[in-house]
Antibody
Framework: QVQLVQSGAEVKKPGASVKVSCKASGYTFISYGMSWVRQAPGQGLEWMGWISAYNGYTKYAQNFQGRVTLTTDTSTSTAHMELRGLRYDDTAVYFC?????????????????WGQGTLVTVSS | QSALTQPASVSGSPGQSITISCTGTSSDVGGYNYVSWYQQHPGKAPKVMIFDVSNRPSGVSNRFSGSKSGNTASLTISGLQAEDEADYYCCSYTSTGVRVFGGGTKLTVL
């Protein structure tokens, strides 16, 4: 079955960087993209960005531009999200979600499935 | 990009129908047929219930349906069941190529 398994929880100090991984299985990795979404404690969902696993195209939400980098490793079917310059309000659960978008144009808006989430805590 | 507007909460009794709205602009909801809806139970990852305004993924109950009029999309749940109690989020594609979520709606089954 299609599955996304994320790396474990992280605790980081303000100003540090964090890299979260998302290993895909059960489908052809390069036939899909991957979106990343975060959820602060008790808050709603916030879309961070998308990467095409086919050609590496990326699109980032304005709130994260310059601070986040999405990458993929096709040899291991793994997507990565790196967030730099961590602040206290970056404390959140970070999700990866399979995204049918491969190119700049969207053909379908559906995130399915989602990873289990990775809690990133920013604390001094 | 501003978040889409959803009511903070809705409620209904078992067997009833409820509708959750999701209001955006002509640059997102109104401009594209790319609105999806997600259900999230506490402590769990979200699950897609509707994509591209009105399409239901396989395995999702036909009690869930979606529609759109102008800049507002809607999710309707008919025959409410206790297991439908959850948070619901809409998500739209936008003219700048990014996606944006709504603020979320807490559904309470009375």
């Amino acid at each position: 079955q299609v599955q996304l398994v994320q790396s474990g929880a992280e605790v980081k100090k303000p100003g540090a960087s964090v890299k979260v991984s998302c290993k895909a299985s059960g489908y052809t990795f390069i036939s899909y993209g991957m979106s990343w979404v975060r959820q602060a404690p008790g808050q709603g969902l916030e879309w961070m960005g998308w990467i095409s696993a086919y050609n590496g195209y990326t699109k980032y939400a304005q709130n994260f531009q310059g601070r986040v980098t999405l990458t993929t490793d096709t040899s291991t079917s793994t997507a990565h999200m790196e967030l730099r310059g961590l602040r206290y309000d970056d404390t959140a659960v970070y999700f990866c979600a399979r995204d049918p978008r491969l190119y700049d144009i969207l053909t379908e808006n559906r995130f399915d499935p989602w990873g289990q989430g990775t809690l990133v805590t920013v604390s001094s | 990009q501003s978040a889409l507007t959803q009511p903070a909460s809705v409620s209904g009794s078992p067997g009833q129908s409820i509708t959750i709205s999701c209001t955006g602009t002509s640059s997102d909801v109104g401009g594209y047929n790319y609105v999806s809806w997600y259900q999230q139970h506490p402590g769990k990852a979200p699950k897609v219930m509707i994509f591209d305004v009105s399409n239901r993924p396989s395995g999702v109950s036909n009690r869930f349906s979606g529609s759109k009029s102008g800049n507002t999309a809607s999710l309707t749940i008919s025959g409410l069941q206790a297991e439908d109690e959850a948070d619901y989020y809409c998500c739209s594609y936008t003219s700048t190529g990014v996606r944006v979520f709504g603020g979320g709606t807490k559904l309470t089954v009375l």
